[in-house]
Nanobody, 127 residues
Framework: QVQLVESGGGLVQAGGSLRLSCAAS????????MGWFRQAPGKERDFVAAISWSGGNTYYADSVKGRFTISRDNAKNTVYLQMNSLKPEDTAVYYCAADGRVGNFPYALSTGPYDYWGQGTQVTVSS
């Protein structure tokens, strides 16, 4: 069982930055690939970024590539999402999720393969 708690959301002007954190409970955090998703009002939950068990490999949605950076600290059981050059269209609730599949699978870009989810943190970007 893994519990995830996001923090760091807020209101920021376009062009600004925010750093989201996702703290995980449990001793097996390093066994999970981690992902960030976001959901705007009335829309589906969309993939944002994912990171490998060790943190040495990452993957991004095209919409955030070059602006967002995902990282993790396994000693602190925490995954981060650094968001720079924010745009109004980045406004959403951001969720972190844990993918516990064993094996060399491609990164999961849909919500189905993720086993655990946080409660989400609101990010609002004003124009």
């Amino acid at each position: 069982q893994v519990q995830l708690v996001e923090s760091g959301g807020g209101l920021v002007q376009a062009g600004g930055s925010l750093r989201l954190s996702c703290a995980a409970s449990g001793r097996s955090f390093s066994r999970y690939r981690m992902g960030w998703f976001r959901q705007a009002p009335g829309k589906e939950r969309d993939f944002v970024a994912a990171i490998s068990w060790s943190g040495g490999n990452t993957y991004y949605a095209d919409s955030v590539k070059g602006r967002f950076t995902i990282s993790r600290d396994n000693a602190k059981n925490t995954v981060y999402l650094q968001m720079n050059s924010l745009k109004p269209e980045d406004t959403a609730v951001y969720y972190c999720a844990a993918d516990g599949r064993v094996g060399n699978f491609p990164y999961a870009l849909s919500t189905g393969p993720y086993d655990y989810w946080g409660q989400g943190t609101q990010v609002t970007v004003s124009s």
